[in-house]
């Protein structure tokens, strides 16, 4: 068996990976040059624990190659992104392009797996979009469990927790939607080769909902905290003790509030549901405003801190610790922390330090004079105002005294 992994990012590399430490072969394809450069050469442009090792093993052993175009292959899985464009709308272009990529190189009996977390109907388009440019093959229809066509196509989208991603991909119970049942049940014959949870069948319509439906629980159990944290700051109360009280409620579990939710999952999966039924989404539209808007807090918090030095603000240094979207990660999309840093660069302050101990260039969008890439130690004694935006391991052993006289805002609770 050969199987072809189409985007070789945070999903598509480790899924590569775990199967040919399975002993399949796989061809790892990706339009960006370097990434192929990088992973041909034994290394990874990603940082996720134990996966430079596994990579390393599977190039010396012969199992992984990495190409720029899609050769013929037995399975192809399609772990490519899935953004959001313009007024919160799918852009399901990078989907589009690996379905015409690789329709040359498919042959009858190849199966078709999505893995792209995707609103509702994506994998049919993804039919569709392959079917127009190969009418001399037979595509499945959905719903239609008669027809044996000559391509299975199926969606099985990734749940994964970065920084545990080899570990899930193992463990974690899987949810396979064939546009058939036969596409389902060819699918989770590959799945069942590293998958030693439950492959579970169902079609690819609820497949694609189940996704986005999980993700949007936890952003709106995530805009309740946020919520609870705006409504305590205005009571004067502190948020993180009223939660922990709460939280003693034998049925109660809140969520610790933060500066935003980001990630490629829970930041943009919920706009996909209401994109598909815009009238029946309310509470997961307001829990996404109510997150995307915390941001705009953390910035009122630094103004006051200003306030409270009483100087000018071209006077006043200040660091950001943390600019990924979760800790101990080098993943910066859809980061709120990224976003605040941001908005912070545009405020005139005498100097931006950043502190973000998993990156070693500071993005490209924050570069400027003002902006500089710091040590943790160097930046807390050199700032006036200390903004904790993610809370990575080594900003918790700090001593709290290094903190006296500077302004705080702490927005993970981590030294409240």
């Known amino acids: 068996m050969i199987v072809s992994v189409i985007g070789l990012g945070y999903i598509g590399l480790?899924?590569?990976?775990?199967?040919?430490?399975?002993?399949?072969?796989?061809?790892?394809?990706?339009?960006?040059?370097?990434?192929?450069?990088?992973?041909?050469?034994?290394?990874?442009?990603?940082?996720?624990?134990?996966?430079?090792?596994?990579?390393?093993?599977?190039?010396k052993k012969g199992y992984l190659k990495a190409v720029i175009k899609p050769q013929k292959a037995d399975v192809f899985m399609i772990a490519v992104p899935t953004p959001l464009g313009n007024g919160n709308k799918p852009d399901l272009s990078?989907?589009?392009?690996?379905?015409?990529?690789?329709?040359?190189?498919?042959?009858?009996?190849?199966?078709?797996?999505?893995?792209?977390?995707?609103?509702?109907?994506?994998?049919?388009?993804?039919?569709?979009?392959?079917?127009?440019?190969?009418?001399?093959?037979?595509?499945?229809?959905?719903?239609?469990?008669?027809?044996?066509?000559?391509?299975?196509?199926?969606?099985?989208?990734?749940?994964?927790?970065?920084?545990?991603?080899?570990?899930?991909?193992?463990?974690?119970?899987?949810?396979?939607?064939?546009?058939?049942?036969?596409?389902?049940?060819?699918?989770?014959?590959?799945?069942?080769?590293?998958v030693h949870a439950d492959c579970l069948l169902t079609d690819s319509r609820t497949a694609e909902l189940c996704k986005l439906v999980e993700n949007s629980f936890r952003?709106?159990?995530?805009?309740?905290?946020?919520?609870?944290?705006?409504?305590?700051d205005k009571l004067g109360v502190n948020v993180w003790n009223l939660i922990k009280l709460a939280n003693q409620h034998p049925r109660v579990n809140i969520l610790q509030p933060g500066p935003g939710v980001g990630g490629h999952c829970i930041a943009v999966d919920p706009w996909f549901i209401s994109d598909s039924a815009p009238n029946e989404s309310k509470l997961i539209q307001t829990a996404r405003l109510v997150n995307d808007n915390k941001p705009n807090f953390v910035i009122d918090k630094i103004n006051k801190s200003v306030k409270a030095i009483g100087k000018n603000r071209s006077d006043i240094k200040i660091v950001c610790l943390g600019l990924s979207f979760k800790p101990d990660i080098d993943d910066l999309r859809e980061s709120p922390a990224l976003e605040i840093a941001l908005k912070i660069r545009l405020m005139g302050f005498s100097e931006l330090m950043l502190v973000e101990p998993n990156?070693?260039?500071?993005?490209?969008?924050?570069?400027?004079?003002?902006?500089?890439?710091?040590?943790?130690?160097?930046?807390?004694?050199?700032?006036?105002?200390?903004?904790?935006?993610?809370?990575?391991?080594?900003?918790?052993?700090?001593?709290l005294n290094e903190l006296s006289g500077k302004q705080i805002i702490d927005t993970r609770g981590t030294w409240s």
């Open 359 to 399: 990156i070693s260039n500071i993005p490209s969008e924050l570069k400027h004079e003002s902006v500089c890439l710091s040590s943790f130690e160097k930046a807390i004694k050199a700032s006036d105002i200390v903004v904790l935006l993610v809370d990575h391991t080594p900003f918790k052993s700090i001593d």
């Open 94 to 194: 990078f989907v589009k392009s690996a379905a015409k990529a690789i329709a040359p190189v498919l042959e009858k009996g190849n199966l078709v797996i999505l893995e792209s977390t995707s609103p509702v109907g994506t994998t049919e388009k993804l039919t569709m979009w392959m079917r127009d440019e190969r009418s001399d093959i037979s595509f499945p229809e959905f719903g239609n469990n008669n027809f044996l066509a000559d391509i299975a196509v199926a969606h099985c989208p990734e749940r994964v927790l970065p920084g545990k991603v080899l570990r899930e991909l193992i463990e974690n119970n899987r949810i396979i939607g064939g546009i058939s049942d036969n596409c389902a049940r060819q699918a989770k014959d590959l799945y069942k080769i590293f």
């Open 219 to 232: 952003d709106v159990n995530i805009a309740f905290a946020n919520e609870l944290s705006l409504i305590s």
């Open 14 to 59: 480790p899924t590569a990976a775990v199967l040919a430490s399975n002993e399949i072969k796989v061809i790892g394809v990706d339009v960006n040059q370097q990434t192929i450069d990088t992973i041909n050469s034994g290394r990874i442009h990603i940082i996720e624990p134990g996966l430079d090792v596994l990579v390393s093993e599977a190039l």
